[in-house]
């Protein structure tokens, strides 16, 4: 079955950029019609839909966040990478990575675990 696993640091210091990362295993993120997504949960507050990129290559983003957010892929590698920028402590949240068939879903039919990102100086 399809697996996602997030990957970065967990403290970053506010003004700089975060990257993380989504390994998949057990699927392709080419294969089907799947959108691969980020999502994150500030503490207290909801689930925010941040971005997806789709099994073709294309990147959508939520207008909110979108001056500040690249999702990329590496299909070598069946990963994809979010990067943000500009980073305040209001960015600390649990990021997760996830897969639907469904744009702008922040209740994935399939999601990694989520790590935490601390934004502090």
């Known amino acids: 079955q399809v697996q996602l696993q997030e990957s970065g640091p967990g403290l970053v210091k506010p003004s700089q950029t975060l990257s993380l990362t989504c390994t998949v295993s057990?699927?392709?993120?080419?294969?089907?019609?799947?959108?691969w997504s980020w999502i994150r949960q500030p503490p207290g507050k909801g689930l925010e839909w941040m971005g997806s990129?789709?099994?073709?290559?294309?990147?959508y983003y939520s207008p909110s966040l979108k001056s500040r957010t690249s999702i990329s892929r590496d299909t070598s590698k069946n990963q994809f990478t979010l990067q943000l920028s500009s980073l305040t402590p209001e960015d600390t949240a649990v990021y997760y990575c996830?897969?639907?068939?469904?744009?702008?879903?922040?209740?994935?039919?399939?999601r990694g675990q989520g790590t935490q990102v601390t934004v502090s100086s």
């Open positions: 996830a897969r639907d068939l469904l744009l702008k879903t922040t209740t994935p039919r399939l």
């Open positions: 990129i789709t099994y073709s290559g294309i990147a």
């Open positions: 057990g699927g392709s993120i080419t294969a089907g019609y799947y959108y």
